[in-house]
T-cell receptor
């Protein structure tokens, strides 16, 4: 069983609409959670980083939330644009001292005109 | 801009051939990571360097995989006697600080390896 699970696997929305992507994790102990955007054929690009004490973090139209009690995070995209079409990957790292980041399999988002 | 670069971008190898993948991290970045990303999957950790020291190689799938960073900057991931299951995108990432803190990882574009 993956330690970081994302849903949905894929999502299609119309330009201008909002959407929310989910991430559930079982990694313990927990240090921080990151959301990345990965365009096709490119490396992932960091969107947000949250520690266990943070509940929300925004980066432009991207807002990430974290509930460390339920081990859930979400990424909300507001007023989607065609350029938002990409895979969004949730990444969790355990307590400091480990260098292993555990990646989810991603949600593939397609924004249509 | 001076981001993380990787070369080659694409590599086709015959089964059994040795390959070498290069990563040029952002200048001054202490931490360097290698990941393997299969099609439709998230990246999986292979190995981690802090300067020239390889502190964690627990993700390397077999002894055919070898990574080095002799001068603490450029890193090379070598795969000996490639197998078809080695086909994947190999991503390199670097970060400024030490360890797994809140520092941002910067990824290269990856090397797409296809083993025939």
């Amino acid at each position: 069983k993956n330690q970081v699970e994302q849903s949905p696997q894929s999502l299609i929305i119309l330009e201008g609409k909002n959407c929310t992507l989910q991430c559930n994790y079982t990694v313990s102990p927990f240090s921080n959670l990151r959301w990345y955007k990965q365009d096709t054929g490119r490396g992932p690009v960091s969107l947000t980083i949250m520690t266990f004490s943070e509940n929300t973090k925004s980066n432009g139209r991207y807002t990430a939330t974290l509930d460390a009690d339920t081990k859930q995070s979400s990424l909300h995209i507001t007023a989607s644009q065609l350029s938002d079409s990409a895979s969004y990957i949730c990444v969790v790292s355990a307590a400091s001292g480990t260098y292993k980041y555990i990646f989810g399999t991603g949600t593939r988002l397609k924004v249509l005109a | 801009g001076a981001g993380v670069s990787q070369s080659p971008r694409y590599k086709v190898a015959k089964r059994g051939q040795d390959v070498a993948l290069r990563c040029d991290p952002i200048s001054g970045h202490v931490s360097l990571f290698w990941y393997q990303q299969a099609l439709g999957q998230g990246p999986e950790f292979l190995t981690y360097f802090q300067n020239e020291a390889q502190l964690d190689k627990s993700g390397l799938p077999s002894d055919r995989f070898f990574a080095e960073r002799p001068e603490g900057s450029v890193s090379t991931l070598k795969i000996q006697r490639t197998q078809q299951e080695d086909s994947a995108v190999y991503l390199c990432a670097s970060s400024l600080a030490l360890g797994a803190g809140q520092e941002t990882q910067y990824f290269g574009p990856g090397t797409r390896l296809l083993v025939l």
